[in-house]
Each structure stands twice: as structure tokens, then as C-alpha cells.
């Protein structure tokens, strides 16, 4: 199996990073200038997009365990993306806490704090759903 195969095998699992797509290609080869090649393809095809990438993320993380700025970040940073996120935290905080229910307010902010929110966001949730 050549190293394109192997990409479009890994990518069609769910979209990818770049520098997913790099780190995988180097378990199979250690020849440098085959990889650059294959990424080079693979971005013209535009079946590696960093943008996209990112937006799915997000979206993806936000839907199904909302999570704050800084985990977020710090997970697109862990893909090779270097990106501000901008979403409503505020919104997702609450998104997050009507899921969890948690019985006390000390519950909810150590949950919130987990879930790599700020705590400007964790106070204003907070003080709106346990007052």
C-alpha cells in the first residue's frame, strides 16, 4: 500500500490535521520528501483543509461535550492548529451544565472549570442557574 492510499484510508475515518496527517504518514516512511508530496496532493485536493478542520472541530466538541476556550484551544494546539477560537462560551456553559446537573454550586463550578471554561463565564452561569 503506497502512502497516498494509506492518507485516504486515515482520512476517511473523519477530517484530519495536517500535522495528523504528517505524524501518521511518518509511522509508515521515514523519507521526509514522500511525505511533503503526499500532504502536497492531498491539500490540493483539498482533502486536507487546517480552516475546515478546525470549524469541524469545534463544532463537533461544542455538540456533543461543550467545552470552553482554553480546552478547546489547547486541543487544536495538540492537532498542529494554531487558531483564536471564537464561540459563546456562556452559551455552551449552560449547554453544559443542563446536561450534567449538578446538585451544588461548588459541583457545578469544579465541572465548568474541567470543561476548560473561564471563570468570568463560570461566575455569570453559575449565579444565573443556582440563585
Same mark, same amino acid.
Do not use: C
Given at each position: 500500500?503506497? /502512502?497516498?492510499?494509506?492518507?485516504? @484510508?486515515? =482520512?476517511?475515518? %473523519?477530517?484530519? $490535521? ?6 501518521? =504518514? ?15 496532493? /492531498? *491539500?490540493?485536493?483539498? /482533502? ?7 470549524? &469541524?472541530?469545534? *463544532? $463537533?466538541?461544542? %455538540? $456533543?461535550?461543550?467545552? #470552553?476556550?482554553? /480546552? =478547546? +484551544?489547547? *486541543?487544536?494546539?495538540?492537532? #498542529? ?7 459563546? *462560551?456562556?452559551?455552551?456553559?449552560? @449547554?453544559?451544565l443542563? @446536561? !450534567?446537573?449538578? @446538585? $451544588?454550586?461548588e459541583?457545578?463550578?469544579?465541572? =465548568?472549570?474541567?470543561? #476548560?471554561?473561564? &471563570?468570568?463565564?463560570?461566575? !455569570?452561569?453559575?449565579?444565573? +442557574?443556582?440563585?
Amino acid at each position: 500500500m503506497n /502512502l497516498i492510499d494509506s492518507a485516504l @484510508k486515515f =482520512l476517511s475515518f %473523519r477530517p484530519r $490535521s495536517r500535522a495528523e496527517v504528517e505524524r501518521f =504518514l511518518k509511522t509508515k516512511t521515514s523519507d521526509t520528501t514522500s511525505i511533503n508530496q503526499t500532504i502536497s496532493k /492531498l *491539500e490540493k485536493s483539498n /482533502l486536507i483543509n487546517d480552516e475546515d478542520f478546525a470549524k &469541524w472541530l469545534i *463544532e $463537533s466538541r461544542s %455538540r $456533543s461535550r461543550p467545552r #470552553g476556550v482554553r /480546552l =478547546l +484551544s489547547q *486541543e487544536l494546539k495538540q492537532k #498542529g492548529i494554531n487558531v483564536d477560537v471564537k464561540i459563546d *462560551e456562556p452559551e455552551l456553559a449552560q @449547554k453544559a451544565l443542563a @446536561k !450534567k446537573h449538578p @446538585k $451544588s454550586r461548588e459541583q457545578a463550578i469544579r465541572f =465548568l472549570q474541567y470543561r #476548560g471554561f473561564s &471563570w468570568d463565564t463560570i461566575a !455569570k452561569v453559575v449565579k444565573k +442557574s443556582y440563585n
